[in-house]
């Protein structure tokens, strides 16, 4: 009962936590959205697989305020955890919370992780370690979790065995809307655990009349309910518990329960015709249920003490005939189970398309083992035990998936390696060829640029000569040296003509300096614009050709590395999975092998009372015929 | 009462409150298990991490790498049923949204819906998006955009308004 009772506070508690949302405007890190849109479709291998990457990126990046998983680094830390948990991968999101526990954080943040440490250690069934995280609370609580800090904290409390501590926090969380139901639920409870019975019953009466159309409120309303019904019919107050049972809503998960329950408040107050009301609208429901099946033998019970015993005879026929067919379908079940269809329906992919796939799993044809594993599927250990198969299924596939990936790695590389390899020698020949050509240019580049630069301070108007211009210089030299050999009256002319010629040139060259240099300078940029393509170029060539060899070389180690860790992770989850299915199975026959020992019980009760129940109807039927007229 | 009444009543009891039965018996074993399914996938999801590098360094070089992200604006109420991209007049995408993606979405969620090579330059990318109005009614809205493909990877995020949004339909964000 109190271990039922800790998984309910942990579901309450669970259904209460809003989830956090980013939204695109926001968003600085798309690797970050990305995460969020795996985790919010329930595919948390994905998101975590997204998120510990761009985590262990950005923890590696020199200057981490310029990356941009940044702006989301305080949600980001506490989202992965909250991945992990959702991937029931509790060890890990305890030590990621317990990373930023002990950063140097602000109170608001230290305190959340604490609370969702609290938690994670309440859901593992550790309310020591749950309660030792909550008193490192100190300081500023963030709003959003205050209600749900505080209904963990009472939740804990209980969970140890300290309910008197538990009623003071939870008569302060009376008005909190999130946790509706639950807390006037868990407060009733703690009363009564601490020993105020008649404050406890006032306050399950309460929770039994919260008014809430949510599921989860309307369940615990039923739940509490259920509770004060049974504490008054133990006590014998059959109205009070006879009041609680009709609260109970007739299509809630507690209905066969409450209409069963509330027949015996009736017989129990000795109005068996009462009785017969909720019994009769009982056994018309699922036949596989166990409150239908017992009203299946307390209905004729009823006629019985009504003394209406062919009634009651034929109603006993009929159970016996109900049980004989249901037992034959739980030993058909069983047979299933150990042929291993259980575990092929458990891993068929229509059904985990909803959160409701526990419940779906009745729905399903040639899977007759799952009509009476409902109550046991909903439990909180045997639903751990089932995602597990599922996620260690899900891991097989992913493995066997890679291990073929590997082998078209294979292929890819192999074939980039013939195509490149007998390749390369050419190109990188011509390569070569063209490169020394290019630095010649580059050179010859400089050297004008620094001729340039030179002008500048020391002006040098033959340097801006054109190719005319020079020849005509150096022809004009040419010709002065050839003077020196003539006669003198031939000379004197001749110089002078030569100094003429060689006057024109200077002229044209000291006029024309200004704009000659800055065509000059023109120029070179121009020649600057063709080196920078030119080097843009040569730079592409030298990234396509590293790209071209890395697009085949080292990946040889990595490959062999990752094909052995693949290899062995797959045996690993082979044996978790058979393991852990056959424990499935085991739990799941052993649950079925107690049904069907409930059904034969039942089964010679109906034998029993059928003929005890035929004896009485033929007795009357005499003593109805010998009385005198 | 009677006695019947007694037995019935406890297996009532028994019914409601939580079974204790043969599932104790397996609890511990259960427990052990877990504990190892935890690490496993620890290791598996390692494993993950070191072949999404490898896959990415081998079929996506940083220097052609071009990755296409789709996200819903801000408290955006269009029914997003179907997007498709074109990226220089070839088709690169076309995503056709399940109600649980499109939730992902809603709740700030930003799909990869293309991963590729692409070379250094200009480029054109055209989006288009399929979808229904609050008022039920079709809308239908494309847009060709033009970018430039450097030598770092380039990721492109591409978020959707409807037209009710006062957003433009389709805004290109580089990250």
């Given amino acids: 009962m109190a271990r039922s009772r800790h998984v309910l506070l942990s579901l309450a508690l669970a259904a209460t936590l809003t989830a956090r949302a980013a939204s695109a405007d926001d968003l600085k890190d798309l690797y970050f959205g990305e995460a969020i849109f795996e985790a919010a479709q329930g595919r948390y291998f994905e998101a975590l697989e997204r998120l510990d990457a761009e985590l262990a990126q950005h923890r590696r990046v020199d200057e981490p305020e310029r990356d941009t998983l940044h702006y989301h680094l305080a949600t980001a830390e506490f989202d992965v955890g909250d991945f992990e948990l959702d991937y029931r991968m509790h060890h890990r999101a305890g030590r990621a919370i317990k990373a930023v526990l002990e950063a140097n954080v602000d109170d608001v943040i230290r305190n959340e992780a604490a609370f969702r440490l609290a938690r994670i250690h309440f859901q593992k069934d550790q309310p020591e370690e749950a309660l030792q995280a909550l008193e490192r609370i100190h300081g500023k609580v963030p709003d959003a979790i205050r209600d749900d800090l505080e209904f963990l904290r009472a939740n804990v409390y209980s969970a140890l065995g300290r309910p008197a501590d538990a009623v003071p926090v939870l008569k302060k969380l009376q008005a909190a809307q999130n946790l509706k139901g639950f807390a006037a639920y868990n407060l009733g409870i703690a009363l009564l655990q601490a020993g105020h019975s008649p404050e406890a019953l006032q306050q399950l009466d309460q929770a039994g009349q919260v008014a809430s159309r949510d599921p989860a409120t309307a369940a615990i309303r039923d739940k509490s309910n259920m509770v004060l019904g049974r504490m008054m019919l133990e006590s014998a107050r059959f109205d009070r518990a006879q009041q609680s049972f009709d609260r109970v809503r007739l299509d809630g998960p507690y209905s066969n329960q409450a209409l069963l329950s509330a027949g015996w408040a009736d017989a129990s107050a000795g109005n068996y015709e009462r009785a017969l009301v909720p019994w009769r609208i009982l056994i018309d429901r699922d036949t596989t249920d166990s409150a239908v099946q017992e009203a299946r033998l307390a209905l004729p019970f009823a006629y019985g003490k009504l003394n209406v015993y062919g009634r009651a005879a034929l109603l006993y026929g009929q159970a016996l005939d109900s049980f004989g067919g249901e037992l034959e379908k739980v030993n058909t079940s069983i047979r299933s189970i150990r042929e291993g269809t259980f575990l092929k329906a458990l891993v068929r992919e229509e059904i985990h398309q909803d959160n409701n796939w526990v419940v779906r799993l009745r729905m399903l044809p040639d899977a007759p083992e799952t009509f009476y594993l409902t109550s046991l599927m909903a439990s909180h250990d045997f639903q751990t035990a089932l995602h597990n198969y599922l996620d260690l299924e899900d891991l097989h596939r992913k493995l066997v998936t890679w291990q073929g990936s590997f082998d078209a790695f294979d292929d890819l590389i192999r074939l980039r390696r013939a195509n490149y390899e007998p390749l390369l020698p050419e190109v990188d020949a011509q390569f070569r060829e063209l490169d020394s050509q290019m630095k010649l240019r580059v050179e010859q580049r400089d050297q004008l640029r620094k001729r340039l630069q030179d002008i500048l301070t020391a002006p040098r108007p033959e340097l801006l000569a054109t190719a005319d211009e020079r020849i005509a210089l150096e022809r004009i030299r040419h010709v002065e040296k050839a003077i020196a050999g003539v006669s003198e009256e031939q000379r004197a002319e001749l110089q002078e003509r030569v100094q003429h010629l060689k006057g024109v040139l200077i002229w044209t060259l000291r006029t024309e300096y200004p704009q000659r240099l800055t065509q000059a300078h023109k120029d070179l940029r121009e020649l600057q614009r063709h080196i920078d393509v030119l080097t843009a170029q040569y730079e592409s060539f030298v990234r396509t050709r590293q790209a071209a060899v890395h697009s085949y070389v080292g990946y040889d180690a990595p490959i062999s590395r990752l094909r052995t860790h693949v290899g062995s992770a797959l045996e690993q989850v082979d044996m978790l999975e058979a393991r852990q299915g056959a424990l499935i199975e085991t739990v799941a026959i052993n649950e079925l092998k107690a049904r069907a020992e409930r059904l034969e019980a039942y089964q010679s009760q109906a034998r029993y009372a059928v003929a005890d129940s035929y004896d009485r109807a033929t007795k009357a039927q005499a003593e109805a015929a010998g009385a005198p007229q | ?175």
């Avoid at chain 2, 399914?37 to 070089?61: F, T």
């Fill in chain 2, 1 to 175: 009462m009677s006695r019947a009444i007694l037995v019935v009543l406890l297996c009532l009891v028994a019914g409601v409150f939580a079974p204790a039965r043969a599932e104790d018996t397996y609890r511990q074993q259960m427990k052990g298990l877990d504990e190892q399914v935890q690490e496993v996938k620890s290791d598996v999801l390692s494993i993950a991490a070191e072949l999404n590098q490898l896959q990415e360094r081998l079929l996506y070089p940083s220097d052609s790498h071009l990755a296409v992200f789709v996200a819903l604006s801000k408290g955006e109420t269009l029914r997003l049923d179907a997007v498709q991209i074109r990226i220089d007049g070839q088709p690169a995408a076309n995503y056709i949204y399940s109600f649980k993606e499109l939730e992902a979405l809603q709740k700030g969620g930003v799909q990869r819906i293309y991963t590729g090579n692409i070379a250094t330059g200009e480029h054109a990318i055209e989006i288009s998006l399929n979808g229904k109005l609050a008022n039920g009614k079709d809308y239908t809205y494309s847009q060709q955009f033009a970018f430039t493909k450097a030598v770092a990877p380039k990721l492109m995020g591409v978020t959707l308004a409807g037209p009710d949004s006062g957003q433009p339909a389709i805004q290109i964000g580089n990250w």
